[in-house]
């Protein structure tokens, strides 16, 4: 089976983030970059499955700079079997760009599955995933917590508010990865090693038109400081009462 992720590479989510001086942009200076949570899930799913098959292809694909490289080859270095970067001066922040440049390479790639995050750390707008099922016209499950693939066809479940939904779908598939469903591994010396010599192709990004831009960003505001109201169970009345009369939880 040949699987293709496509991952992101984001800020680091411990990351303590200042806006750039034309406010429409964190401030890149400093910042950790790293492979997007989600994209690990995915990639670590990806590699068990051709673990468990015996055989296969898992290709890692990413939008972006060249910085995007160092992302690709931490995934490679996990055990991904070569990867491909669309090259792009900046990621578009609209979806929808960036699924037609991810549909036309997994158009010509002949791909069994393409696995998504979730969503990505710092757009959270998981459109990129369904967007690019929808433009190969090929079935989309999202937010799959358990994924199993056999006899060309595929079941996934998706946790709901209470419940949870199983579903199928027939191959090729697009699946957006949950977490939960693997504890994506650290790279060992050898994959380290063995990375650097795995291709890694770059070729243009067939970006569609971005029809959305980012006008402003702002941090939220500072939390208020903290008060002591008392100590003891004297305190439980003054306490219960601010949270009434001031706070207005209670």
Do not use: W
Not at 145 to 150: M, N
Not at 178 to 189: C, Q
Not at 195 to 200: C, D, G, Q, T, V
């Amino acid at each position: 089976m040949k699987i293709a992720v496509c991952i992101k590479r984001t800020p680091d989510s411990e990351t303590r983030f200042r806006i750039n001086s034309a406010g429409s942009a964190i401030d890149e200076s400093g910042v950790k970059f790293d492979m997007d949570d989600f994209a690990s899930y995915a990639v670590e799913v990806a590699l068990q499955m051709k673990e468990k098959a015996g055989s296969g292809e898992v290709v890692v694909i990413a939008v972006g700079p060249d910085s995007v490289q160092e992302t690709l080859r931490k995934a490679m270095s996990m055990g991904a079997d070569r990867a491909v970067q669309l090259k792009a001066d900046a990621i578009p922040f609209d979806g929808l760009a960036v699924a037609k440049a991810l549909a036309a390479e997994l158009k010509s790639g002949g791909f069994d599955l393409a696995l998504f995050g979730k969503h990505a750390f710092d757009t959270s707008e998981a459109v990129v995933g369904t967007a690019t099922a929808e433009l190969l016209d090929i079935a989309c499950v999202t937010a799959a917590s358990k994924l199993e693939i056999a006899n060309g066809k595929g079941s996934a479940r998706r946790e709901l508010e209470g419940a949870a939904e199983m579903v199928e779908f027939s191959l090729p598939a697009v699946v957006t990865i949950d977490e939960g469903i693997a504890r994506p591994r650290y790279p060992s010396l050898k994959g380290i090693m063995a990375a650097k010599k795995k291709p890694l192709e770059s070729k243009p990004a067939q970006l569609g038109a971005s029809r959305v831009t980012v006008k402003g960003m702002a941090l939220p505001p500072d939390r208020p400081a903290g008060r002591i109201v008392g100590e003891g169970t004297a305190a439980v009345a003054e306490l219960v009462r601010l949270l009434q009369t001031e706070a207005k939880v209670l």
